[in-house]
């Protein structure tokens, strides 16, 4: 069984970074797709990036691209979420989520870490 472990969030003002991590215990998950989503409050659950087993392929919601990037270290079985240029409605709370194949449903998923963007 995979566990996720998300941190990285917190205050942020408008205009600033913040870098996630999502850290997975359990076993390796090198031979999944991670994805990252957000849930900002009365709204429903959103993509927002996804990276491939290899980290050859990448994939953002239009969203927050050009301003997000996603990465993964498989040695240290750590994906990562590089946020700049944060934005108001980027408040969220942030979730991993691991895949085994690219078709398939995220089915294993962290507990998140909220994000806060003040104007």
């Known amino acids: 069984q995979v566990q996720l472990v998300e941190s990285g969030g917190g205050l942020m003002q408008a205009g600033g970074s913040l870098s996630l991590s999502c850290a997975a215990s359990?076993?390796?998950?090198?031979?999944?797709?991670v994805g990252w989503f957000r849930q900002a409050p009365g709204k429903e659950r959103e993509f927002v990036a996804s990276i491939t087993t290899s980290g050859f392929s990448t994939y953002y919601a239009d969203s927050i691209k050009g301003r997000f990037t996603i990465s993964r270290d498989n040695a240290k079985n750590t994906v990562y979420l590089q946020m700049n240029n944060l934005k108001p409605e980027d408040t969220a709370v942030y979730y991993c989520a691991v895949r085994r194949s690219p078709r398939g449903a995220y089915d294993t998923w962290g507990q998140g870490t909220q994000v806060t963007v003040s104007s």
């Open positions: 359990g076993r390796t998950i090198n031979n999944y797709d």
